[in-house]
């Protein structure tokens, strides 16, 4: 699903976003990515999103590499990858319903469709009776969920997650990885930042961690 071949990402003046990053990551995998401020995780996530593209080596996602694409490739690769915020990235002059129904309308999907994904999304998420509100009516753990249901909304089968509950209580950060796990058991790859020790060591799963832009342990290959 997802594979770093000797990734560099080195930024404007030098500095190194990601420095000879190797790994793999198997389709149906719930992954943690962890380490200090400035490790290089978001750097990591938008490599795989598209959003940023590495200065060397290869970032082959579901056996395309990320490099070559271009123009109409670029829009199918990330209509392929859901992507959540910390800081949640909702459309405040828009209500529930239309931010999540964003990504449908950016791909061409009739009304009826848009409706009823995006109805499912939202159920799925627990806001369903949210569709009318505006962001600004809602919490800190309400918004999450639309930015989620908004990911989802095309399903995707990856996922990527920057930092989801870093603005959330511990009771809402469990009900928010309780919805991940719930995606990962239909099969939906995911790969979740957080700087958040005690509640990654509590799921169970599969922790990459970075320091100073590199990879430097994988729970799943503790040599490494």
């Known amino acids: ?19 000879k990053v190797n790994l793999h990551i198997d389709s ?10 400035g490790a290089g995780k978001s750097t990591l996530l938008k490599l795989i999103g598209l959003l ?13 590499n990320l490099s070559r694409l271009s123009g109409r490739q670029i829009s199918y690769h990330r209509r392929e990858v859901g992507m ?22 950016a791909a061409g999907m009739g009304y009826s469709d848009v409706g009823r994904r995006v109805r499912a999304a939202l159920d799925k998420v627990g ?13 800190g753990g309400e918004q999450q969920r639309v930015g989620i249901a908004r990911a989802v909304v095309n ?23 309780q919805l991940f796990e719930q995606f990962n058991q239909v099969g939906v790859t995911l790969l979740i930042a957080s700087h958040d020790l ?7 799963r599969r922790i990459l961690t970075l320091s100073k832009a590199r990879l430097v342990h994988d729970s799943q ?4």
């Open 52 to 64: 940023e593209r590495c200065t060397s080596g290869q970032v082959l996602v579901s056996g395309r």
């Open 1 to 19: 699903m997802i594979h770093f071949d000797n990734v560099i990402k080195r930024y404007a003046g030098g500095s190194e976003g990601l420095s």
């Open 198 to 204: 005690n509640l990654i060591s509590r799921m169970n």
């Open 221 to 224: 290959n503790p040599s490494s």
């Open 155 to 177: 399903r995707p089968p990856l996922v990527l997650a920057d930092e989801p509950t870093g603005n959330l209580d511990p009771d809402l950060s469990r009900e928010i990885m």
């Open 84 to 105: 959540i915020f910390q800081d949640y990235r909702l459309l405040q002059n828009r209500t529930v319903f239309d931010n999540v129904a964003m990504p449908l309308i």
């Open 28 to 37: 149906g995998e719930m992954v943690f990515l962890t380490g200090h401020s």
């Open 127 to 139: 806001l369903l009776s949210k569709e009318k509100a505006y962001p600004i009516a809602l919490s």
